[in-house]
């Protein structure tokens, strides 16, 4: 009977925790599109939106508020049902991704030790990757409810591409686990940033390569955004959309762009870990909680680095044509993607067994 | 083949060497001219907190013109409406009565002159048409309205400020384009 006795405190707890990071991620997802404007602006040598408020921060408002008064409409010979589970559905599966993104080590409150994490679980990086391909759902189902042949044509080169590429992806991972040893986000970061540790961009630079460019695909950005290539399909499978329902399938991208981003830097660089010190040391002298938010701190200015980067290269390089995306996914990244895993599993049995050569 | 200039460059159709073919040297080239763009100046001008300076010859918004004791020049002689290619130009004359003298300068007056900016190619011509130096074109456009008759100006929104009364005014609207009397 007391392992079925509910901690209410414990149940408080992990809803304030989800309740933090939902807010968060859609106040970065929100500065994420002022910021996508203003790089754009930049890159351009424009100034981007400057009228709303000063520098123009209250542009995201004016944006969700113009969403909202907009018209909804619904297609007549449109799926009801499905046309409006599309967009909550890519809103759900990317916000869901954070559940397993360790946000800092722990905090103590009220004599409570909470670790900033939804959930701990030892198949972390599997949840993500189940979540990643259900976001192909929104894509799937919101071109398909819409009866427009551009917003299906659009979402059948969404889901192809998005297999295409989860492929590579998932043996770019392979290569990292095997090193890690665990499919725990914080069992990873904690190795990362133990005394010692390296980070993971150091062991697999070609790993995080290819990794990167296929949460590029994942995210449906450019150079990868043809689901929603505005010359040849309009506008893609959102074409039919309108007003919030819209909205949540821009939002969703964005979302999404942050998780990958914060999924890079927890992978690769290290998750909360501060670069140039020893986290174990600076715990001491100063205090939990203050390096919990430190290393949160961090972990968000890892995240930015991400964001922009994906902002830079989607006004740098120009869209791939369809049969140029199939080319690099299949015929570059996933058998670069085994060499990688081919190199990684050799040095880590030489490590193992230490053959002498 | 002669070329015309030195320009002209022939199009490289070799087959891409394995280093073009990896992209990512050239998407880093990309990139750094992207990023070098960021951090350079923006030739963007506010416009309604800042404005572009305007040409000494820019031919603007029309002014009716008084003379230093404030008296309206024009004498609705006809002559601007004549020389207007876009017609925009009417007016109605009215003879100048007793003790209207500190109004108008010279016995018959324009009662009602109006132009009709959306018609109005500025030109000028009117201005050369003059005989009186009564119309001029000044530094300044026609700002925006939401209706068409709007853009109808009558003799109240071209008629400069008296320089009696409101010498300030008349001094910011006279410009550097108008001869001095």
Redesign the interface.
């Known amino acids: 009977m007391i392992q079925l006795a509910i901690d209410l405190a414990f149940i408080l707890e992990k809803a304030i925790l989800i309740g933090g990071i939902i807010t968060v991620s859609l106040v970065v997802a929100m500065y994420s599109t002022w910021a996508e404007r203003k790089?754009a602006g930049?890159?351009?040598?424009?100034?981007g939106p400057n009228r709303a408020g000063p520098f123009g921060l209250l542009q995201p408002l004016a944006d969700g508020l113009k969403l909202f008064m907009k018209e909804e409409i619904i297609p007549n010979a449109s799926n009801k049902f499905l046309f409006i589970l599309g967009p909550g559905l890519a809103m759900m599966t990317a916000m869901m991704t954070s559940a397993v993104i360790p946000w800092g080590k722990q905090i103590e409150i009220f004599g409570r030790t909470v670790d900033l994490q939804i959930a701990d679980i030892n198949i972390g990086i599997l949840y993500i990757f189940a979540v990643l391909s259900m976001g192909v759902y929104g894509i799937m189902i919101g071109g398909w409810a819409s009866n427009n042949k551009f917003s299906l044509l659009a979402a059948l080169r969404g889901a192809s591409q998005m297999i295409s590429y989860e492929l590579a992806m998932g043996l770019a991972i392979i290569a990292l686990l095997m090193l890690t040893g665990s499919l725990s986000l914080k069992t990873i970061v904690e190795q990362q940033s133990a005394a010692g540790g390296w980070w993971n961009i150091f062991y697999q630079p070609l790993g995080f390569l290819i990794f990167i460019v296929c949460a590029f695909a994942e995210c449906n950005r450019t150079p990868f955004d043809l689901p929603e290539a505005e010359n040849e399909l309009n506008f893609g499978y959102h074409q039919e959309y309108s007003s919030m329902k819209l909205g949540f399938y821009l939002f969703a991208e964005y979302i999404n762009m942050f998780m990958s981003s914060v999924l890079m830097a927890t992978l690769y660089f290290g998750g909360y870990d501060i670069p140039f010190v020893n986290d174990a040391s600076l715990i001491e002298s100063m205090g939990m909680n203050t390096v919990a938010i430190l290393q949160g701190l961090s972990l968000f200015a890892k995240a930015a680095f991400f964001i922009f980067f994906f902002m830079?290269?989607r006004?740098?390089?120009p869209r791939f044509r369809y049969d140029q995306l199939m080319h690099l996914g299949w015929k570059v990244m996933i058998p670069l993607a085994l060499i990688n895993m081919l190199i990684t599993g050799v040095i880590v049995l030489i490590k193992e067994n230490g053959w002498p050569f | 083949m002669q070329t015309l200039t030195n320009r002209s460059k022939a199009v490289d159709r070799h087959p891409m060497t394995m280093w073009e073919k990896m992209y990512l040297p050239s998407?880093a080239k990309?990139?750094s001219?992207?990023?070098s763009?960021?951090f350079?100046k923006?030739?963007?001008i506010?416009y309604p907190e800042e404005t572009r300076p305007f040409s000494p010859v820019f031919r603007g918004l029309h002014i009716l013109n008084r003379d230093e004791a404030g008296r309206e020049r024009c004498t609705a002689c006809g002559l601007c409406a004549v020389a207007c290619p876009a017609e925009a130009i009417t007016m109605e004359a009215a003879e100048r009565k007793e003790g209207e003298e500190n109004l108008y300068r010279e016995e018959k007056y324009a009662a009602k002159y109006e132009i009709n900016m959306l018609r109005c190619i500025f030109c000028g011509l009117c201005e050369e048409a003059c005989p009186k130096d009564a119309i001029y074109l000044s530094e300044t456009f026609a700002p925006s309205n939401y209706k068409r008759e709007g853009f109808i100006y009558g003799k109240n929104d071209l008629l400069i400020p008296d320089p009696k009364t409101e010498p300030e005014l008349y001094q910011k609207a006279v410009g550097e384009r108008a001869r001095k009397s």
């Open positions: 790089v930049f890159m351009q040598d424009r100034l830079w290269v006004w740098t390089i | 998407i990309g990139m001219i992207t990023l763009h960021f350079k923006k030739p963007t506010q």
